[in-house]
């Protein structure tokens, strides 16, 4: 997907602050964050949406539900996270490479 700015992040067209990296998963701080932490979890091919799920992504889905609450505690969010996917137009999607949004740290937050 040459125009997809999360595909131009995993090939390394564009810096990232990364968090974690494994043959099928990258988390990094997102550039705007809503929260003290603010990551995402990006599978590194190129999957639009929660939409696009199906059977076949079943483990992949599930390694990144798992690897959220070890990103949080890796970066020391001891209180509590807010995980995040927002799907398609309605959803707010915006970036439209599949990503899971994991907030926490002491509120207030910015959003949410
Ligand atoms: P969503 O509205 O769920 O599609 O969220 C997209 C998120 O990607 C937003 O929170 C943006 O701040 C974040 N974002 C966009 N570009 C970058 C980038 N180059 N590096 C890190 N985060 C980004
Ligand atoms: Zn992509």
Redesign the pocket.
Known sequence: MTDC?FCK?VAGQ?P?KKVYEDEELLA?H???PWAPVHV?IVPKAHIESHADLTDAHAQLAGRMMVLAPQLMKQLGVSGGFRTVI?TGRDG????MHL?M?VMGGPRPWSKG
């Open positions: 700015i992040i564009i990232c990094f997102d550039i705007h995402l927002n707010g999607q915006e970036v990503h949004h």
